[in-house]
């Protein structure tokens, strides 16, 4: 077999372990993202409370999987999950067709960790600095373009001339520009 190889697996998760489930789930996803070729997993359930978990997973090539099928941590990852999931069924998948088939399900998740966002006092600081300025030159335009307008509609004008620019433009400048900062580890 050449190309990408896609893992189909039925399992049955007795469902007061679902947090654990998910947590096992998380675990074999950071493990396997380790070896060479893994190309992402995901799982799906049939509906809300079922028992069959459907869960996939996807390698570059039949070598990778092997690599990663034979690994002394996916034996351990396994293992750890004996009296929460039997397997009931498993499929090789070559080509796309195991990636992108219609999932039947109302409840799929991408077990990839979402990053953390900054603390809110970095992206209180990278709204400050790009608001400042921004209302700082709104306020100086209005003072000669509508000094004589009534102030709510004199501040919803300039709002909403602020707030696309602030959104479109502004914010992901700045956040581009500090990204690094903004995502900095934190410090235990």
């Not at 050449?2 to 489930?21: C, F, K, L, N, W």
């Not at 990839?112 to 970095?122: A, G, I, L």
């Not at 509508?146 to 300039?158: F, I």
């Not at 959104?167 to 580890?185: D, M, V």
Request: hydrophobic share 45%; net charge negative; glycine share 4%.
């Amino acid at each position: 077999m050449t190309g990408p190889v896609t893992v189909s697996i039925t399992r049955h998760v007795d469902p007061s372990q679902e947090a654990q489930m998910l947590a096992w789930l998380r675990a074999g996803t950071e493990l396997a993202e380790r070896f060479d070729g893994f190309l992402g997993s995901g799982w799906v359930r049939p509906e809300e409370g079922s028992t069959d978990w459907h869960m996939l997973y996807r390698f570059a090539s039949q070598a990778n999987l092997e690599s990663w099928e034979l690994s002394a941590q996916r034996r351990w990852w396994l293992d750890s999950a004996q009296g929460i999931v039997d397997e009931s069924s498993r499929e090789h998948r070559t080509g796309i067709e195991g990636w992108f088939d219609e999932p039947s399900s109302v409840d799929v998740q991408d077990l990839r960790p979402s990053p953390r966002p900054p603390p809110r006092w970095k992206q209180m600081c990278a709204i400050f600095l790009v608001f400042f300025p921004l209302s700082a030159a709104a306020n100086y335009l209005a003072k000669d373009f509508a000094a004589d307008w009534w102030l709510p509609v004199r501040v919803l004008v300039t709002v909403a001339v602020m707030t696309p620019i602030m959104t479109y433009l502004a914010l992901p400048w700045i956040t581009a520009l500090l990204r690094p900062w903004l995502n900095a580890p934190r410090k235990a």
